[in-house]
Each structure stands twice: as structure tokens, then as C-alpha cells.
């Protein structure tokens, strides 16, 4: 069974802060994606990372695979408010999405 | 563009009681599609997943159930709720095998009282 580790488990900043968090695996995935959800919502996609050591940005948040293709990282710069909700990541393989328990972000203004 | 969608939004069902939990897809046909659970501290776990009309593949053996009576229908259901069977039901679609790109509905809480 492959399994998804993130950390931390749940994470409160202020407002203009970074942040990093993680997404780790001893398996080896095709890709990886990641998804935000606000409370009483389904998963909303935000990216998917193909390449062993890819980077992606997607405005103020940056992706990295790992280059072995078993862990990722999501690095916010000036956290916003609206940044706030739970963070997934799912590793795709050959039985499909594996995922993540995520992160659950609160920015504080 | 496609849509999906799920009712009831939120339900409150005594154990023993039976479910009926229903997810439509709009804007797209044949699709792959999803039953998933999300509940506190577990992350999200796939129970059933359809190809097509009248197939449907169990990951995690329980009392729920799952049929696919429509191309764009995909139904979750029990005889007997049990208090475990509290959580988020999500449903999801995708395009074909060919992708890896899931869009999730909005979802349907559940508590079993």
C-alpha cells in the first residue's frame, strides 16, 4: 500500500508570512498533484508535477517533485488570508490517487 | 464546460437506517467516476470506482454499495447506516484513463446518529 505523509499536520501564521509544507512517500509516483479545499467543499486541483525535480508556480505558491519522484513541496511566499483551507497532495500510480491526509492552513490577518 | 453535482448537501440519518447519496456529471460522456470518504484525520478514501454503465470496482469491503444505473449517474447507497459510516462523501469525475486529472463535487456530509 503506498501512503502519503504530510506535515505539519496543521499550520497557523500571520498574514505576509512563508510557509513550507511537505509531502513525503517511500513509493515512487508517476506524478503528483495537489489540491486545496475549504471547509464543505470538494478538492479543487492546483497542480500537477510530472518530472523529478520539476518546479511549477502558480503565482505566490511554489511546487517541487523531488527527483526521485517519492515527495513534494508546496512554498507559499506573503501568505493571504484566502490562502487558508486544507492542503492535499495525491500521488498518482498505477491504482490511481493516493492520498495525503493534508495540511490544514490557517493564515491569520 | 462540464458539472458536478451532489445532493443532498447535508444529511442526518439514524443508524439502521438506509442511504441513498447521488452524484450527476454534466458537459461530458463516459466518464470515470468516484465515490470517496473524507473523514477527520483519515484524508480522503476511494470506496468505488465506475468505467461505465454497470461497472463498478470496491476498494474498501463494507456496508455501503454503489451503482451506476446512467452514463452520468453514479449512486451511493446502504440498507443498514452504522454510526462509522459518518463522514464526507465526495464524488468525482474524470475525462478517461488517459488522464490523471480528477474534479471533485461539493460533497455531502453525512452523520449518523
Known amino acids: 500500500t503506498q501512503l502519503l505523509e504530510q506535515s505539519p499536520q496543521f499550520l497557523s501564521i500571520q498574514e505576509g508570512e512563508n510557509l513550507t509544507v511537505y509531502c513525503n512517500s517511500s513509493s515512487v509516483f508517476s506524478s503528483l498533484q495537489w489540491y486545496r479545499q475549504e471547509p464543505g467543499e470538494g478538492p479543487v486541483l492546483l497542480v500537477t508535477v510530472v518530472t523529478g525535480g520539476e518546479v511549477k508556480k502558480l503565482k505566490r505558491l511554489t511546487f517541487q517533485f523531488g527527483d526521485a519522484r517519492k515527495d513534494s513541496s508546496l512554498h507559499i511566499t506573503a501568505a493571504q488570508p484566502g490562502d487558508t483551507g486544507l492542503y492535499l497532495c495525491a500521488g498518482v500510480g498505477a491504482d490511481g490517487l493516493t492520498f495525503g491526509k493534508g495540511t490544514h492552513l490557517i493564515i491569520q490577518p | 464546460s462540464q458539472t458536478i453535482h451532489q445532493w443532498p448537501a447535508t444529511l442526518v440519518q439514524p443508524v439502521g437506517s438506509p442511504l441513498s447519496l447521488e452524484c450527476t456529471v454534466e458537459?461530458?460522456?463516459?466518464?470515470?467516476l468516484y465515490w470517496y470518504r473524507q473523514a477527520a484525520g483519515r484524508g480522503l478514501q476511494l470506496l468505488f470506482y465506475s468505467v461505465g454503465i454497470g461497472q463498478i470496482s470496491s476498494e474498501v469491503p463494507q456496508n455501503l454499495s454503489a451503482s451506476r444505473p446512467q452514463d452520468r449517474q453514479f449512486i451511493l447507497s446502504s440498507k443498514k447506516l452504522l454510526l462509522s459510516d459518518s463522514g464526507f462523501y465526495l464524488c468525482?469525475?474524470?475525462?478517461?484513463?488517459?488522464?490523471?486529472?480528477?474534479?471533485f463535487g461539493p460533497g455531502t456530509r453525512l452523520t449518523v446518529l
Open positions: 458537459g461530458t460522456s463516459n466518464p470515470n
Open positions: 468525482a469525475w474524470k475525462l478517461s484513463d488517459l488522464t490523471d486529472t480528477q474534479y
